[in-house]
């Protein structure tokens, strides 16, 4: 099946900073969308972006299908925003979807 | 509001018990999905369902049970077969499109432990 790789595993920035999450991806996909999982594991919709560039406040995701690649950007990190982000890819075979999801990226934001 | 409602937070289990876990959603969406997490793992699917009474197995469906009899629920049953159900579970929906593939919307998850 599909693999989805994020990078880096763990990541520590204090409060400001700015970063770069990764994920890669093994096969052309339908679809990928970025959650953030909070402390008490809610897990939220970032962006769903299957090709280009999108912005949202302090974040913005870009994928680059051809290249089997999607970064999401986090500007002017909160404490708010630590947590784990993970990437999950669509694809579609005949009738079904299925969504595969990479491992996460754990992110504490230091004050 | 629109969301979707799982139910209970927190699970115990005793071996050899079957626990059932509830799934409601009042967003429309047809497709519903049941995911497992493990600690410091992705998201593995279970089970998913694009219609009313009917379903298909995902990745990892031994040892669990669902059933999908209103459009609105899709409840999950942990079997006594199910020999490490310790985990977080996610329900999800989306709707169903033609075209382009639709986000999937999660719960807040239930917890379930073993006693």
């Known amino acids: 099946g599909i693999q989805v790789e994020q990078s880096p595993p763990d990541l520590i920035l204090q409060e400001g900073a700015n970063s770069t999450l990764r994920c890669n991806f093994s096969d052309s996909v339908n679809n990928l969308q970025w959650f953030h999982q909070n402390p008490w594991g809610q897990l939220i919709n970032l962006f769903y972006i299957p090709s280009g560039t999108k912005q949202n406040g302090r974040l913005s995701a870009t994928t680059v299908a051809t290249e089997r690649y999607s970064l999401l950007y986090i500007s002017s990190s909160q404490t708010t925003d630590s947590g784990v982000y993970f990437c999950?890819?669509?694809?579609?075979?005949?009738?079904?979807?299925?969504?595969?999801f990479g491992k996460g990226i754990t992110l504490s934001v230091r004050p | 509001d629109g969301g979707i409602t799982q139910s209970p937070k927190y699970l115990f289990r005793k071996e050899g018990q079957n626990v059932t876990l509830s799934c409601e959603q009042n967003l429309n969406h047809d497709a519903m999905y049941w995911y497992r997490q493990d600690p410091g793992q992705g998201l593995r699917l279970i089970y998913y369902?694009?219609?009313?009474?009917?379903?298909q197995k995902g990745d990892i469906a031994e040892g669990y049970s669902v059933s999908r009899e209103k459009k609105e629920s899709f409840p999950l049953t942990v079997t006594s077969a199910q020999k490490n159900p310790t985990a977080f579970y996610l329900c999800?929906?989306?709707?169903?499109?033609?075209?382009?593939?639709?986000?999937?919307?999660f719960g807040d998850g239930t917890r379930l432990s073993i006693l």
């Open positions: 999950a890819v669509l694809m579609r075979t005949g009738a079904n979807s299925k969504l595969t």
């Open positions: 999800a929906s989306s709707i169903v499109a033609g075209g382009p593939e639709q986000p999937q919307h």
């Open positions: 369902s694009q219609i009313v009474n009917d379903f």
